[in-house]
């Protein structure tokens, strides 16, 4: 990974969907070194795929909170049907394992109030293997992913 690559992992951060000429012109390299690179870095999996930034809110999504998860056993069964559980729940849109308690720290989107209740009700507290969930809700979205981005140096 060297500098150039660092500005092309920078630029589709920024913008996924810059053509490759675009990019090409961004990064001061041709056409066929840039996609060779973009290539290779697919390849390697330093890029995992392309996405598209959802405005929660004008799809009616307005309501935000971070939940708490902490598992009965930190065992690896246990982790794994926590984990694939998560996957089948549309409104997690992330999820992390922490080190120490809790486990997990969850971001759930949901219409409203009564629909995280009841999602908190009848998916998150019904899973067995959970010992404790602990939940608070997000006051305002400041930025999603846009400080994220891979530093250029």
């Known amino acids: 990974m060297d500098q150039i690559d660092r500005k092309i992992l920078a630029e589709l951060q920024s913008d996924a969907r810059l053509t490759l000429t675009e990019l090409?012109?961004?990064i001061g390299l041709s056409l066929s070194p840039c996609h060779r690179r973009v290539h290779a870095l697919e390849k390697s999996g330093?890029?995992?795929g392309y996405r598209a930034c959802i405005d929660y809110r004008k799809l009616g999504l307005t309501f935000s909170a971070i939940v708490f998860v902490t598992l009965s056993e930190s065992n690896k069964q246990l982790v794994q049907i926590f984990e694939d559980?998560?996957?089948?729940i549309p409104e997690v849109i992330s999820a992390e394992r922490l080190?120490?308690?809790?486990?997990?720290?969850l971001h759930i989107i949901t219409k409203d109030?009564?629909?995280f209740q009841k999602l908190y009700d009848e998916q998150l507290s019904s899973l067995s293997?959970?010992?404790k969930l602990t939940s608070t809700i997000?006051?305002?979205?400041?930025?999603q992913g846009k400080k994220a981005s891979y530093p250029v140096f």
């Open 99 to 105: 080190f120490g308690t809790p486990d997990y720290i």
């Open 138 to 143: 997000v006051m305002k979205d400041i930025f």
């Open 85 to 88: 559980a998560l996957l089948t």
């Open 129 to 131: 293997c959970v010992k």
């Open 46 to 48: 330093a890029i995992q």
């Open 24 to 26: 090409a012109d961004r």
């Open 113 to 115: 109030l009564s629909s």
